[in-house]
DNA sequence: GCCAGCTACCGAACAGGCTCCGAACAAGGT
DNA sequence: ACCTTGTTCGGAGCCTGTTCGGTAGCTGGC
């Protein structure tokens, strides 16, 4: 719904108020703001704003005019499971979500978070206890990291690469553990790591 | 619900005491800091304050206010720059933000995102690139990882120990890297990573 | 032109919240 | 038992927001 010219002054004075004191202005101080001599006509402006959306009040309370909430462009991605070397995928009870900054994932794809066990990809600074957010998908490109079933054994995280023959290697990114190395046939792809988060 | 003038100055009071001590001022010293005479005006405030969901207290437990965990899903935090080993942090233009997981940092304190250059804690699964999460804050455990500068010339993320002699040491996680060792008065701590974003 | 409806404004009276006081009571810790 | 800390009650003045009745200008439709 469209303001009118005094209804937008007013609402810029409040932006401006409230962006610098972190609390509303009272009727008086926008009176005074818009020489005014009267209280009921700021109350009277305050109404039609709130009645048109671009404020919330509450009743007889203070300095009470905020702005309502916009939607923030964050996307809470289901918490599937924990991962590690060679162990499958363990579910966790619930429908546990972890909000991800919107910033990092593609909009119109699939995405999930899984929580890292081990240190199998520490030389990649994954360690143990991080999130990391997956693009679900069934296809990788070489070198990608990427969470990768073998003979629906063992869901791991490792980096992909393409050998000769037709055949796969897992490479983890730990020197004592040995990547696996296996036909492309075996080994199906369930996502792509595209961002890792971790808490102190 | 927005707060009054007098509200907020008090909720700035209680951040700032516990930000600086780590528990919340007693009734009393609340009392004087604003040269009331009654603890029942102070009393009156933080009931305001705890009806209005700023803060939460414990029936009859002393300084046991504490500030609710983020019910929101995701807070847009100010890129401040980029810190590096050695080098001072580097202002970015404009006033960009990174959208945080709730999860992640504690309501009622400031928090900024930084983004990291170099690897001088490559040990500690931090990398070139990396947004770490900082809690703006004067002081740090003994091992936490903070943001610090010395002699205000050179803003490093290192994690802090305290030495002999009243001095500290300010430790890289990189072999090829030397650890910093300065009198504690020349060191000042900005600020403590609580968490780190990472994007493929 | 005339009326209806909306915006913009005023003044005064009212009601309740906000901010503060002093004193007495309750519970915990030392 | 004493001190510190928080709780509760009654009361006060001021600050703030609410409501009502009224004036004025502007716009579009009949």
């Known amino acids: ?28 101080e926008i009176r005074q703001e818009f020489g005014y001599t009267s209280l009921a006509t700021v109350h009277e402006h305050l109404s039609n704003l709130e009645r048109k959306g671009y404020i919330r009040r509450s009743y007889r309370e203070s300095r009470s005019v905020e702005f309502p909430p916009d939607v923030e462009p964050s996307i809470p991605l289901p918490l599937l499971g924990t991962v590690a070397a060679g162990m499958p995928i363990e579910a966790v009870e619930d429908n546990e979500t972890l909000s991800i900054p919107g910033e990092m994932i593609r909009s119109g794809f699939n995405h999930y978070v899984l929580r890292v066990s081990g240190d199998s990809m520490i030389d990649e600074q994954i360690r143990d206890g991080d999130h990391i957010v997956v693009n679900a998908r069934e296809t990788a490109e070489d070198g990608e990291m990427v969470i990768a079933l073998v003979r629906d054994e063992a869901a791991t995280v490792k980096k992909l690469y393409r050998e000769d023959g037709n055949r796969v290697r897992l490479q983890p990114a730990n020197e004592n553990v040995e990547p696996i190395i296996e036909d492309a046939a075996d080994v199906r792809v369930r996502g792509v790591v595209v961002g890792l988060i971790r808490q102190y």
Chains 1, 2 share one sequence.
């Open 1 to 28: 719904m469209p303001l009118t010219k005094r209804q937008k002054q007013i609402l810029d004075y409040l932006k401006w108020f409230i962006d610098r004191h972190d609390y509303a202005p009272s009727f008086d």
